[in-house]
């Protein structure tokens, strides 16, 4: 697997741990929502059609599209990453704002994950 791949992989799954909390006692992670979100595509699909939970679910899927491709598309990559940070820069500016460590410290594996894919596009020119 090449390193392209790797790193999407890597995008994928750490934007599966950004934790999420709201009200008094309510929290959750990405991967649990993201869990409802496919489960009410399928039942209510008004119920989950909203642009903060279909755009970055749509992001997962380009990425997932670039693992099976020959040659990782720049082109898929960005789009997918861009798609993803809709929700997960959302959550790192209320982590910022609120300064909630939980929220703050889910998105930094993104973050970082972000920075190493555009290094290794720079990188492949």
Same mark, same amino acid.
């Given at each position: ?6 790193? +999407? ?6 934007? =599966? @741990? ?5 009200? %008094? ?8 929502? %993201?869990?409802?979100? /496919? ?8 119920? *989950?059609?909203?642009?903060? &939970? ?13 693992? =099976?491709?020959?040659? *990782?598309?720049?082109?898929? &990559? ?18 910022? @704002? +609120?300064? +909630? /460590?939980? /929220? ?6 993104? @973050?970082? &994950?972000? *920075?190493?894919?555009?290094? +290794? ?5």
């Amino acid at each position: 697997m090449s390193k392209s791949k790797l790193l +999407n992989l890597a995008l994928i799954l750490t934007s =599966f @741990i950004g934790y999420l909390e709201w009200g %008094e006692d309510q929290s959750t992670f990405l991967i649990m929502a %993201e869990f409802d979100i /496919i489960k009410g595509l399928f039942t209510d699909i008004s119920s *989950v059609a909203h642009p903060f &939970t279909l755009i970055p679910l749509f992001g997962q899927c380009l990425l997932m599209i670039t693992l =099976f491709q020959k040659r *990782v598309s720049k082109f898929l &990559t960005y789009f997918g990453m861009t798609s993803l940070f809709l929700l997960l820069g959302l959550m790192l500016f209320i982590g910022l @704002i +609120n300064f +909630n /460590i939980k /929220i703050l410290s889910s998105t930094l594996p993104f @973050i970082i &994950t972000m *920075v190493l894919i555009f290094l +290794n596009f720079r990188k492949r020119k």
